[in-house]
């Protein structure tokens, strides 16, 4: 299982009768951007996600760490099950962290101030925040030391790595803890779990679907959990549109 995703197979086709499907969102159904704010949407996705959770009786979620509201913005158009901010967020089912920490102001406060001492991006999130190293990559030790502090003197928040990026997040929520409680949903009863994502904070929820019955696709390059590979979120994209018109 760890070898180089590269060698594992693609993924058999979904099967809308048994399986349930969680999809990442950034570098899985969206090539990631120079900036956050700059992922191109491609017009067909909002759709292919509606028509393919109709297809799966609801048994369908977009799974990501990004804020709800952005989320909701993008896929215009799918108004299908949505879990935000790593698992503390969500749409159709109820919110995992119903209030903000009490000091997620001021952490957003002295995040934002680094950001622009250190000329690097922050992201203001629901429930916590990032700092965005791509620009420069040679100032990822500086963003680690300093939000290692912060997670110190914020206990309520955690340490998030992501790429090119660390993100501090409410303490307690995660990817695989929201397909926890979105298998509890009716809808998801006696169907396999198919987890697709990119990145390290996808990993325990890829875990997770090939611990229980189902199986984890890794998109791009690196060490997975995950049984199958696709190598770029275009191929993703074709997987899904292939399950749609079938
Ligand atoms: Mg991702």
Known sequence: ??????????????????????????????????????????????????RLSAKLGGALAVVSGRSLH???????????????????EA???????????DDLAALQTEMDHFAQQQGLLFEKKSHGGALHFRADPSRQPEVEAFTETLAER??????QPAKMAVELRPDGFSKD????????????????????GDDTTDE???????????????????KSAARYHLAEPSDIRDWLAAAVEE
């Open 154 to 159: 914020f206990p309520a928040f955690a340490i």
């Open 1 to 50: 299982m760890d070898d180089l995703t590269g060698k594992k197979p693609a993924p058999p086709a979904l099967d809308p009768d048994g399986d349930a499907l969680f999809l990442d969102f950034d570098g899985c159904l969206v090539d990631i951007a120079p900036r956050p704010d700059a992922v191109v949407i491609p017009e067909s996705l909002p759709q292919v996600l509606a």
């Open 177 to 196: 803890g929201a397909l926890v409680l979105l298998t509890q949903l009716p809808q998801f009863s006696g169907r396999m779990p198919v987890y697709a």
């Open 70 to 88: 952005e989320l909701e913005r993008f896929l215009l158009g799918y108004d299908g099950l949505m879990i935000g901010s790593h698992g503390a």
């Open 91 to 101: 749409r159709g089912m109820t919110p995992p962290l119903e209030e903000s920490p």
């Open 204 to 222: 325990p929820a890829l875990a997770w679907a090939e611990a229980h019955g189902g199986f984890g696709i890794k998109i791009g390059d690196g």
